[in-house]
């Protein structure tokens, strides 16, 4: 895990953007690409004992899978992936090469909306600076 993946100036942008759509229903962020992946918020009431190594393995392997098997399909284009768990649920928003998962509490599907909008804005906006 990489402490420094990301400047301090977009860490700060998308635990905002992620604290905007979904207010104290967020438990955690993660950003991860490829090759490394760093947590960017933890509420104050959860415990650091999450095996994030492993979530982001899975996830991004899933992304990749997911993609390829549901492209041309008459859905339409991936958008997100929403898993529902008995104490919350993980939203993982990817672009190709970068995405996020976020943890919240219940949530509406409008609330999921206007997260995965709001995060693919941001990480669109990182590519197209280059960074």
């Known amino acids: 895990m990489d402490d420094d993946l990301l400047p301090e100036q977009a860490r700060d942008r998308l635990t ?29 009431d959860l415990e650091q004992d999450a095996d994030l190594n492993s979530f982001i393995g899975n996830e991004w392997h899933d992304f990749k899978t997911t993609q390829d098997a549901y492209r041309g399909s008459e859905l339409g284009e991936y958008r997100y992936t929403i898993r529902v768990f008995q104490n919350g649920y993980l939203v993982r928003i990817t672009l190709e090469d970068s995405g996020v998962f976020v943890t919240t509490d219940g949530i509406t599907m409008q609330d999921f909306e206007a997260l995965s909008a709001a995060v693919v804005e941001t990480l669109e906006e990182w590519e197209g600076d280059g960074n």
């Open 16 to 44: 905002t953007t992620c604290r905007t759509a979904v207010g104290d229903s967020l438990r955690s962020l993660t950003y991860f690409n490829r090759f490394d992946y760093q947590q960017l918020y933890l509420r104050g």
